[in-house]
């Protein structure tokens, strides 16, 4: 007897059940197991525009492991709120459970998760050598980019498009020596009349930013 | 959660609008005639909300809070002996309540003690605010003294957390900080108070505690939603109600016995739901997780609709999700998004309070589920593992049996508090639970030294109830300190320590899973606990054997002040049922044997 056994039929001799769940909980199909690959999501948040929120929301994806490729931020029409960009990579209950742990925090006040047509820009500045200035120029040309500064030894470039775009334009300068570059990651807006993440409190007069969209929308 | 200072939203608003004017008049005319200090408004505000008592330590930075505190009368002031006291002294008159309870502590090392508790309200959902003091703002950030980046620090473990470092809005700030505790799903906020901005003056009035207007927690559940899961349970064959912490959280004790009752759907209880169902009702089903009843998880594992109240299914619960329920659709209530399919996906996700769901559950469904068969297997389950030990006359005391003579000595309504450990599961196993709101323990942050503090907490909020704490022999050596604080206070309390001279849990698990190699987890230099007490100046007792027992609870209870049993038990006696940690739930252990199977 072993101490603080109890009675009763041992684990071979119960009722189990068939069924199975995978590690997202989600019932299988035995034959037939759901799989969920990582996607890209973009997802945009309206915050309020107050010491430590870009922390404690940089904290919560750190500390709840989603995979962040990258966190863009900057003021709105209204004083009082922020834009957040948060581009993730995850499976798409992580997306989901992304997005209402963004909502659960008190400063947020509304997540959108955008459409894969949303429009996405990204801002980078390159400084690559300066010992073939022509063909530098054909390149920035050639992606729309404009020269910011050029000396004999380097020279300075900015585009903006989407990821893809400047992967590329990054690859096409590789050639001549890239000696630093700055990215900001991705800025998006949900295309056409579809609003973004935007203020929704139905006992208040609309804010700025929101006669800002409905004004938007009705383009 | 409380009604005591809680107003609708409407209200609110109306009393807002109608305030704005007329405050902004008085501003303008008194702007040059401060009415108080800033210390004095965060006082009007705790007081606004209703608060009577705190629990604290003094220091330097939150001096001016206390100094606010000097003559008033309706709040009372709890010195506890260290800050971690403070906050679980907090959190149990929060659960107990049901409204936030409220801990204090100074800058630093005063806000950093408080951590431990924090963490463990923000697990349990439990509502709790604290206010800390803070370096003056033109200090903050210079590495003063005793300084910390106390909103850095708790931001993760928080519900909420504000620098407040305007005297006008301090007020407002406490009482927005109580008002987040309070609503919604329950949880800890904190104010971290600079002492420029308790020591300034200011001329604003400090109204009732609201949330902010952003914050719009959900209450009735999609109706679509909550008709299909109705039909789903209406129509299962083996249906199961799992009861977590939130129906006691949202007060819905009542509307899930009816529900229950009604449908005749056997119930189980998660470890912060324990109390939500009686334990003496027939479709009582026991209590689940990896220390709970074969009858509990044994009906989780083979339902094919479970229906899960309030509860996050956390690891201890579920153990290998894989296994979790696998053969059922799940209804999932729960008050916060973030829970739904989180751990387990639910099928029919009714987001709302658990109140007000149930009712609509209630009203949706066409009828008791055609469960027959299956009502008699959980009741076959209940007789095949009853919780049961042997009393041999020449082994030493069992656990068990002080566990539940305290139980049947004492009325309906005791509350326990238990630290954490085997203690705790002996009597969370062994107590049979009938009422809500009197199972005061640390469930999601596992932390030990829980159970004297909170038993101090527990009892100045229920003064009429009697309040026992069972504790660990390294539990208690954790937070013993709080026995002089329940010596003041004079508190009718009793701890009653089962003492195996072992970090017992520990113990167990190198014994099962690490070769019975007991690395620090024993410890025979324990100190005489009844002496122990006699030098704290409450009532020390000793017992090691069974006809003791029963004389030594009956001194303890009739003492008038604090009493602690040093219960000498089987330092042998393990914790069983057991599912390894991420086992499949229905293959619990039920003795040794078993668990060399399962490894």
């Known amino acids: 007897m072993s101490p603080g056994e109890l009675p009763g039929p041992g684990p071979d001799e119960r009722m189990h059940p068939k069924g199975r769940r995978n590690k997202q909980g989600i019932r299988i199909d035995p034959e037939a197991e759901a799989h969920h690959p990582p996607e890209r999501a973009v997802l945009s948040a309206l915050v309020k525009h107050e010491p430590g929120v870009l922390a404690e929301i940089s904290g919560l994806f750190s500390r709840r492991q989603f995979n962040i490729e990258s966190l863009t931020v900057g003021t709105t029409t209204d004083d009082s709120l922020a834009r957040m960009t948060i581009v993730i990579e995850e499976p798409r209950p992580g997306i989901d459970q992304a997005k209402k742990q963004l909502e659960k925090r008190i400063p947020v006040i509304s997540v959108r998760e955008l459409a894969s047509d949303a429009i996405q820009r990204e801002l980078v500045i390159i400084k690559v050598n300066g010992d073939e200035p022509d063909k530098v120029n054909a390149i920035t040309d050639m992606y729309d980019g404009q020269t910011l500064d050029a000396g004999p030894r380097s020279i300075t470039v900015e585009l903006t498009g989407n990821e893809q775009k400047i992967n590329d334009a990054i690859d096409a300068y590789a050639q001549f020596g890239i000696r630093e570059l700055a990215r900001t990651g991705d800025a998006a807006l949900a295309r056409g009349e579809s609003p973004t993440a935007q203020v929704k409190q139905p006992n208040q007069a609309p804010t700025e930013a929101q006669v800002e969209t409905e004004v938007i929308s009705d383009d | ?599």
């Open chain 2, 1 to 599: 959660m409380s009604e005591r200072a809680s107003i609708s939203r409407e209200e609110q608003d109306d009393e807002a609008n109608s305030s704005n004017q007329s405050t902004d008049v008085d501003a303008a005319e008194t702007a040059d005639q401060p009415t108080q200090t800033g210390a004095e408004a965060v006082v009007d505000a705790l007081e606004n909300a209703g608060v009577e008592y705190l629990f604290g330590v003094q220091g330097g930075a939150i001096m001016p809070v206390y100094d606010a505190l000097y003559e008033h009368e309706q709040m009372t002031h709890i010195t506890m002996a260290h800050e971690q006291g403070a906050v679980h002294a907090a959190d149990a008159y929060g659960i107990v309540t049901g409204d936030p309870g409220v801990c204090m502590a100074t800058s630093g090392p005063g806000a950093t003690n408080l951590i431990t508790g924090i963490a463990d309200a923000n697990m349990d959902s439990d509502p709790l605010i604290a206010l800390t003091g803070q370096v003056p703002t033109n200090f903050v950030g210079n590495d003063a003294f005793q300084e910390t980046d106390t909103i850095g620090i708790t931001q993760p473990i928080t519900k909420y957390n504000i620098f407040s470092d305007d005297t006008d809005t301090v007020g407002e700030d406490v009482g927005t900080a109580w008002a987040l505790a309070n609503e919604g799903r329950q949880g800890p906020t904190l104010v971290d108070l600079p002492k420029d901005t308790t020591q300034g003056e200011t001329s604003a009035t400090v109204g009732e505690p609201r949330t902010p207007d952003t914050y719009d927690p959900p209450t009735e559940a999609d109706s679509v939603i909550v008709q299909q899961a109705a039909d789903a349970l209406a129509s299962a064959e083996r249906p199961v109600i799992l009861a977590g912490g939130g129906v006691i959280k949202g007060e819905a004790c009542d509307e899930l016995r009816a529900f229950a009752r009604d449908f005749e759907i056997p119930v189980t209880a998660t470890m912060p739901g324990t109390g939500a169902f009686p334990q003496t009702d027939p479709l009582d089903q026991g209590i689940a997780g990896m220390h709970g009843t074969g009858d509990a998880n044994l009906a989780i594992s083979n339902c094919d609709v479970l229906v899960g109240i309030g509860t996050r299914f956390d690891d201890r619960l579920t153990g290998d999700i894989e296994t979790f329920a696998p053969d059922a659709e799940v209804i999932h209530v729960d008050i916060d998004p973030a829970e739904i399919s989180k751990n387990v996906e639910a099928d029919y996700p009714l987001i709302g309070d658990a109140a007000v769901v149930i009712e609509q559950l209630h009203e949706a469904m066409s009828g008791s589920p055609p469960a027959d068969e299956w009502r008699e297997q959980c009741q076959t389950w209940k007789d095949e593992y009853p919780l049961d030990y042997e009393m041999p006359e020449d082994e030493p005391l069992k656990p068990e049996y002080v566990v539940e003579k305290y139980d049947e000595l004492t009325p309906d309504d005791t509350i326990v508090a238990a630290g954490v450990g085997q203690h705790q599961m002996w009597a969370w196993q062994y107590w049979t639970w009938t009422k809500p709101r009197t199972w005061v323990t640390s469930h999601g942050l596992g932390t030990m030294g829980y159970a004297v503090p909170a038993a101090i907490g527990a009892k100045l909020a229920a003064p009429d109830q009697e309040v026992v704490a069972f504790d660990g022999d390294g539990s208690f050596l954790m937070t013993a300190q709080e026995l002089t604080v329940a010596v003041r206070e004079n508190l009718n309390i009793t701890i009653v320590v089962l003492n195996n001279e072992a970090i017992g849990m520990v113990r167990q698990w190198q014994d099962g899973f690490y070769g019975g190699r007991r690395m620090a987890s024993e410890y025979p230099w324990i100190p005489q606990f009844d002496k122990l007490a006699e030098a704290f100046g409450a009532q020390g007792l000793r017992v090691e054997t069974y006809e003791g027992v029963e004389e030594t609870i009956q001194e303890a209870r009739e003492y008038d002040g604090p009493s602690v049993i040093d219960a000498h038990i089987d330092p042998a006696e393990n914790v069983y049922p057991m599912v390894p940690s991420g086992g499949d739930n229905a293959r619990f252990a039920l003795n040794e044997e078993h668990l060399e199977e399962l490894k």
